[in-house]
């Protein structure tokens, strides 16, 4: 199995929401969390390959042209958050109104869409940009993660930027347990 990193396209977006839903439980698939599937990819890994100020990186297997992981940003946070406020989240809240949604995960991310939260200012102080990470569970433990970050520094330090943080996401089954307790 070879696998090469590339850069991310628009047209990885199917591949990188599929990824995104079966990494979104912690690493495990959120699959039976959902009736729209689609939610966690559109918010953690689309928006990456489509938006101004994004960059990003995927693991393709040479062979069959899979993507199997990958790796995308923002260079400028708050521009990112700004364009997303005006121009995505308005748009997806409307396409997803929190009153379709019946399960848990679901409402969750309908009522993040609606309301859509932005970075601490002393996070932002910290560094501008910002990563989010996922490789399908058959290509984690082998370097791979770090592969994609090496690449991404690479690319950032190339765009001037000087640091980094990563986000994450509560998996939504830990969100939905603490609802229900």
Not at 27 to 46: Q, R, T
Not at 112 to 133: Q, Y
Not at 135 to 140: D, E, M, P, R, T
């Amino acid at each position: 199995m070879v696998v090469r990193i590339r850069p991310a396209i628009a047209q990885d977006a199917p591949a990188l929401s599929r990824i995104c839903l079966l990494t979104a439980d912690a690493g495990k698939s959120a699959e039976h969390l959902h009736d729209f599937p689609e939610l966690p990819g559109l918010v953690w890994a689309v928006p990456y390959v489509t938006l101004p100020s994004t960059w990003g990186f995927v693991m393709e297997e040479e062979s069959s042209g899979e993507v199997v992981g990958y790796i995308v940003g923002a260079k400028d946070t708050v521009a990112y958050e700004a364009y997303a406020a005006e121009n995505l989240w308005p748009v997806l809240s409307k396409r997803y109104p929190l009153s379709v949604a019946v399960k848990p995960a679901d409402q969750f991310y309908t009522q993040l869409l609606a309301n859509f939260r932005t970075l601490p200012k002393t996070t932002l102080e910290f560094s501008r940009a910002h990563l989010h990470i996922d490789i399908l569970g058959s290509h984690q433990k082998q370097g791979w993660g770090r592969k994609l970050v090496q690449r991404a520094v690479e690319y950032l330090r190339g765009e001037g930027s000087s640091s980094l943080i990563a986000v994450y996401h509560i998996p939504v089954s830990e969100f939905i347990d603490s609802k229900l307790s």
